[in-house]
Every structure is written in C-alpha cells, then in structure tokens.
C-alpha cells in the first residue's frame, strides 16, 4: 500500500502513486457512500469506470450495487499451461490461425447456435437471462470486444502457456443497465441521499429487485465462465492439430475480477464489490498477463487490425 486517504467518512487505501483526477473522484465518492464498510480499496492500474473506478474494492452493509460490479459481469482470466516448452514462429501462427476460425472476436458471434449443454442451468427462469438465453448461446465461446484477448506466452517456468481475458459478453451487459435503470428509479422514489450524479444507484439486499439482479449476476458469471472454458477448449484443439497431438495441458486457472460476493471481514458478513480486481487470499492463484505484441508473448486481441 503507498497511501490512505483519511479525508472521507471511509479511509481510501490506494495501492498506486499516481491516480487520475476522475477515479480519485469516484473513490470518494465510493468512501462518503453511507453503507460503506471499513475502507475503500485502489489498485495499481486503476481508471474511472461507471460510478466506481476499475481496479477497486468496495464492501457494504445492506446493499448491493449494479455499477459496482460493471457492465461486464463475471469478466475475467484464465489460464493453462501446456507442456511445450519451445513453439517456433511456423507452429505459433498456425496455431494462431486456428484459433481465428474458431472463435469469433470482438462484436461477432457464431453463426451457428453453440451445445446448450454447456450453457449454465437456472432454477427459476430470471427476466434478462430468459429473455437473452438463445442470443447468449450464439455468443458462448466467443472473445468480445474492448480489452479483451487470447495470450499465448512463455512463463517464468520455460512453459508455453495460454491466457484469456473475457466476460459475460452482451448478457452481462445486458442485466447491468437493466438493474442499474431499476436502482436509480426506485432511489429517487425513495429520495436517498446518495446523489445521482454519482452513478451509484444501490438495490437493498432485502428487495425483491436484488434478489433478482443477484440471481441474474451470479447467472452471468457462471455464463462468463463458461465462455472461457470454450474458447481454452478450442485453442487445447488448435495446439493438438498443429502440434500433431504432442502437447498436454495443466489444469485450468480462473480469476474473475467483477462481481459481487458476501465475505467475511473484521467480525461481519458483508457484501464485497470487486471491479478489475480479484481476491489475493493466501494460496489463491493469481494471473498477470503479459504485454501485447512483446516477444515471446503473442496476444490475440479483440479486433483484429
């Protein structure tokens, strides 16, 4: 930690130096929220975002927060490692051309509806996941758009491995502005006293309309999931067919950085809100990408230019 804030009605812990004057704002906005619990948390690469920087922390008591979590619910990195400790130029573009053909990237879809079975099952029938249910099956399995990307890179340990970052695609997005529209009319029917200008419309956890944003965002991060599962399928299938079936792979690492969870923190339950940040417990897996285009990393983005 480089430095707190101790200005607020909540401490701002900031893990970085410098920070832009627009997240600095949404921090304290985040610190004078009248829930909020204990401190507020900055990461290093944190940047304004809707209503609360990317790369925060935010926990609190009896509410729960659309725009804390994000448009891209569930959004996160996964990775393999692979056996291969060499993959010549010739191998890597044939395994990057492979990919290409079989995962559609930034606003494309599949033409095709993807196995049903892989899509997350539901106990009830929540309004957005219904409603977007056949349009999400079209889009499992596909990259999306903005910072997303598929990394292949050598890692400290002279293994080749892969590493995706992706989300909930348009069904996250979707339950998102949904919810978010609900929160900011019903706090103005109730005249809160968190302004609306700061974008932090929040539901009460008791309210029929969190209990459904929270069934529909954990829906989404399970979806967000699965999306990733498909794609690193796809890529095992890429390196197996160039590499002529010599390659085995680890376990998969997943680390979702946004979503909201009830955690225990300094004697009571509450509801942690991570946006571009994941849980750093001790013995938990982290993931840190490469830089794109650096050698020997190579990363497939999200538009291709």
Sequence with gaps: ?????????????????????????QARNLA????????????????SGYGMPIGSVLATKGVIIPNAVGVDIGCGMCALKTNVDDLDSENLKAILSSIRKT???????????QDLSLMPKFQKHPEIITRQFKNASFQ????????HFIEIQRGSDGFIWVMIHS????LGKTVAEHYNTIAKKLNERWHTNVPAQWDLAFLPIETD????????????IEFALANRKLMMQRIQHAFIDVLKGRVEFGEMINKTHNFAAWEHHYNINVLVHRKG?????????????????????????????
């Design 277 to 305: 940040a994941t849980r750093a417990r001790k013995g938990e897996w982290g993931i840190i990408p490469g830089s794109q285009g650096s050698n020997p990393s190579c990363s497939f983005p999200s538009k291709i230019h």
């Design 140 to 147: 499992l399995g596909t990259l999306g758009g903005g910072n």
């Design 209 to 220: 309309e969190a209990h459904a944003y929270t069934a529909e965002m954990n829906y989404c």
């Design 167 to 170: 989300g909930s695609r348009n």
């Design 103 to 113: 995962i559609p990237v930034g606003r494309n879809w599949h033409s095709e509806q």
């Design 32 to 47: 004078n929220l009248p829930f909020a619990f204990h401190h507020i948390s900055i990461m290093p690469d944190a940047h």
């Design 1 to 25: 930690m480089k430095t707190i804030i101790s200005t607020e009605l909540h401490p701002i812990k900031l893990w970085l130096e410098d920070i832009e004057p627009n997240a600095l704002s």
